[in-house]
């Protein structure tokens, strides 16, 4: 009965040996190129390409104020003098005065926060205030995953469109 034991642990001790044989033998150096790739598919960025939240409350500025106004001030049930045909033709010419839409060119540096970013797409005519940015990338919760680089992005883009196209590269 020994004996059949001391041949399996002979034959368990070979077979680790070998093993170890092959596993220092195989070079497993890896360039810098494919280690970056790697650990960009596990999901990890560079400092410079995160972005996170101001934590600090910086006070609305007034685009902000403007729309929070425009949200609270109609009420439900009202209608104008004109009847209730007004708002179809109000939304009409605000239709027509709209310019189609262009393709405008975000440049996003290392280091940049998402209120730099939204006042970029603000001033890019993109969106009509950066709080609508910053609530849609709260919402998808995807304030770490844009990446720093150059978006063509079109001027009628919703802010989730946008989130969406901000994010898309740290997907690939």
Known sequence: MINVHAQFFFGLGVGLFLAGLVFVATPTTMSNSELERRARDMGMVY???????????????????????????????????????????????????????RSVTLIIAPGSTLNDIG???????????KADFLAEVTRQGVSEKIVAD????????????VVRILTERYRQ
């Open 119 to 129: 006042e970029q797409l603000e001033a890019l005519q993109v969106i009509e205030n």
């Open 47 to 101: 400092r410079e390409e995160a972005f996170l939240f101001d934590t600090e409350e910086e006070g609305q500025d007034e685009g902000s104020k403007a729309a929070a106004e425009d949200i609270q001030s109609p009420t439900q049930g009202q209608e104008t003098e004109q009847g209730s045909d007004a708002p179809a033709a109000e939304q009409e010419s605000q239709e027509e005065k709209k310019p189609s839409p």
């Open 150 to 161: 150059t978006y063509e992005i079109l001027t009628d883009s919703s802010p989730a469109d």
